[in-house]
């Protein structure tokens, strides 16, 4: 259970919860683990999961028309991944690949869009925490693009 577990309560997103509010998300979590260079998702895939990270590392990029890829993120431990299905997106965006082992919590995005319009309270701390560490994430796709501009033409 998800409130036993001191590790995962210290995780961004479910810091400060009450134990009450723990028991009732834990049901829709589980932990999955994946071996370094594991593809997560790929873009264009159902979006069916959210994944908070316990360990590891895991790159997010998107291919480009030329057949290569541009890094866009890097979500280390208690950052989160797979956006699209927590807003009810049909695809994903974007490639998720393990840079390293990996250990995540994963939720389905359905189920927590469930508990966000029934459980209004902890729906809304939830929204809260993961919109901070949205803002909070280091923005890797301006920094592509600001190295792409000050590189010197050929």
């Known amino acids: 259970m998800l409130s036993e577990e001191l590790s995962v309560a210290a995780l961004p997103l479910f810091e400060g919860l009450s134990v009450e509010d723990m ?9 999955v683990t994946f071996p370094s260079g594991a593809r997560v998702f790929s873009k264009g895939e159902e979006a069916s999961d959210l994944y908070v990270l316990e360990s590891g590392e ?3 990029c998107v291919p480009l028309h030329d057949g290569g890829y541009m890094d866009v993120a890097t979500v280390q431990r208690g950052g989160i991944w797979g956006w699209s299905a927590a807003l009810g997106r049909a695809e994903y965006t974007a490639n998720a690949t393990c840079r390293s082992e990996t250990t995540a919590l994963a939720v389905r995005g359905s189920d ?11 729906g809304r701390r939830l929204v809260e925490r993961m919109a901070q560490l949205a803002a909070n994430r280091p ?6 693009v600001m190295q792409l501009f000050e590189q010197p033409d050929t």
């Open 23 to 31: 028991e009732m998300i834990a049901p829709l979590f589980r932990r």
């Open 58 to 60: 895991v790159g997010i």
């Open 112 to 122: 927590l869009r469930q508990l966000i319009q029934t459980q209004t309270h902890l």
């Open 139 to 144: 923005n890797g796709l301006r920094e592509q």
